[in-house]
């Protein structure tokens, strides 16, 4: 939060300038949008986070029925719109069932990791996002070509602000706080983020609903 508070209050002082030309002010003013967007991210993430390490398991009332293709197909149109065509995505469609759960609270943490994967695959790179049966539930999974992450940050890439490169971090946006809501939206509906990765080779995310929790 102080880096782009610092940013906002150094444009503001410039502001403050009474000899600064029109369009100069308006260039300035400007500038402040990207700052100030980023600390709105920063905030909404750390207000979500909280109340979902706060508060207790969902009720069997706070539950619905989501259509996970439905959902998919939502969260891909986004990453499309986010990647603006550098990286191909394809969508495998393989199960119908639905979920008991939090319907916001899975669009946010579907929608990390697919945004995670546009953030650090390369241009031209492969998406796959995945929906499919398994032996005792349903999986969802998404696969990227990225530069992958070595062994040792595995088991930590989920703690708040925990950055495997954090110079390409800040190149590509992101608030830092995106695994660590999907750990805790995981945890709420009685499933675990799965990680497997290999450097330069790219990584697949993926988390597994028991029977118990489809519809």
Request: a negative charge; aromatic letters at 4%; hydrophobic letters at 40%.
């Amino acid at each position: 939060l102080r880096t782009p508070l610092t940013v906002i209050v150094g444009y503001i002082e410039t502001l403050m300038n009474e000899d600064l030309d029109r369009d100069t002010m308006l260039g300035l003013v400007g500038k402040l949008l990207s700052p100030t967007t980023r600390m709105r991210a920063l905030v909404d993430d750390l207000l979500l986070l909280t109340r979902l390490e706060s508060s207790p398991s969902p009720s069997h009332e706070e539950l619905s029925q989501v259509d996970m293709s439905v959902l998919i197909n939502s969260i891909v149109a986004d990453a499309r719109a986010l990647s603006a065509g550098r990286h191909d995505f394809r969508i495998n469609l393989k199960s119908q069932a639905q979920v008991r759960g939090i319907d916001s609270e899975l669009h946010s943490a579907c929608l990390n990791l697919v945004t995670n994967a546009v953030r650090y695959s390369p241009e031209g790179g492969d998406i796959s996002v995945s929906w499919e049966d398994t032996t005792d539930g349903a999986r969802f999974s998404v696969r990227d070509s990225g530069m992958g992450i070595a062994k040792e940050h595995l088991s930590r890439i989920t703690e708040r602000f925990y950055r495997v490169d954090l110079a390409q971090a800040r190149v590509r946006g992101g608030t830092g706080l995106g695994l660590a809501i999907v750990k805790h939206v995981l945890k709420r509906h009685n499933t675990e983020l799965e990680v497997e990765s290999e450097l330069t080779k790219g990584s697949t995310f993926s988390f597994e609903f028991p029977t118990s929790q489809l519809a």
